[in-house]
């Protein structure tokens, strides 16, 4: 039975309740880990509150071995949202954890088009991963206009599209789509990346953040 003073909300506080955040970038990385949600998410606060200056802990953390882990620091570049995150989010695309390679294609789209020649490059050399090619994929459609919210705007706001864009990257969707993706997307992803080096970036061009399900 309780005692009065927990029923009030007194005596012994919950590990939750007297949670703070580390000092330190060091220690909020290492609660990214903790078996408390809310520690995980106060940490994954502080740690985008301090923008680029968390970057590259972050990125390390990508690497670790302990999926939770791994997510949580996804979850960080994903809302940080800075470009010298692209190339370890496009590594995270061949993550063995689902949720991973989601969150890190989503944060790839939110930065934008300058993701594309190294989610090309990463299809030309690692084509024989599944996850990979799946990771690729669905940013690589998202650029071409092809996934469901572009489809939209494509319909309803046609200038916020780069069509260049599209047109250059069709071919590698397609053949990602094909059951010989693994030996045609790579042929495909060379093409492309003539064709975008080849592109100049549009600045009227607006390209839409995804909201990444929970």
């Known amino acids: 039975m309780r005692g009065f003073g927990s029923l009030f909300g007194r005596g012994n506080?919950?590990?939750?309740?007297?949670a703070v955040c580390a000092p330190t970038v060091e220690?909020?990385?290492?609660?990214?880990?903790?078996?408390?949600?809310?520690v995980r998410e106060r940490a994954r606060r502080a740690l985008v509150a301090m923008g680029p200056r968390a970057v590259e802990p972050?990125?390390?953390?990508?690497?670790?071995?302990?999926?939770?882990?791994?997510y949580e620091a996804v979850m960080c570049l994903y809302?940080?949202?800075?470009?010298?995150?692209?190339d370890g989010l496009v590594e995270a695309l061949g993550d063995r954890k689902?949720?991973?390679?989601?969150?890190?294609?989503e944060g790839l789209i939110g930065i934008g088009r300058a993701v594309v020649p190294a989610v090309l490059e990463a299809l030309m050399a690692r084509a024989d991963s599944a996850w990979l090619r799946d990771g690729c994929r669905h940013v690589l459609t998202h650029f071409a206009g092809r996934d469901l919210h572009a489809a939209y705007h494509i319909e309803h706001h046609p200038a916020w599209i780069d069509f260049d864009l599209r047109d250059a990257l069709s071919p590698v969707v397609d053949a990602l789509d094909h059951p010989g993706g693994?030996?045609?997307?790579?042929?495909?992803?060379?093409?492309?990346?003539?064709?975008?080096?080849?592109?100049?970036?549009?600045p009227q061009v607006r390209q839409i953040r995804h909201v990444v399900p929970h």
């Open 98 to 105: 689902f949720e991973v390679r989601w969150v890190a294609a």
């Open 27 to 38: 220690g909020l990385i290492s609660q990214l880990n903790d078996g408390d949600g809310i």
């Open 79 to 86: 809302s940080i949202a800075d470009r010298r995150a692209i």
């Open 182 to 202: 693994a030996s045609r997307a790579p042929v495909e992803a060379i093409r492309a990346i003539e064709s975008f080096s080849a592109v100049p970036p549009d």
């Open 58 to 70: 972050l990125l390390e953390a990508l690497r670790d071995k302990r999926s939770r882990v791994r």
């Open 13 to 18: 506080a919950s590990p939750t309740v007297d």
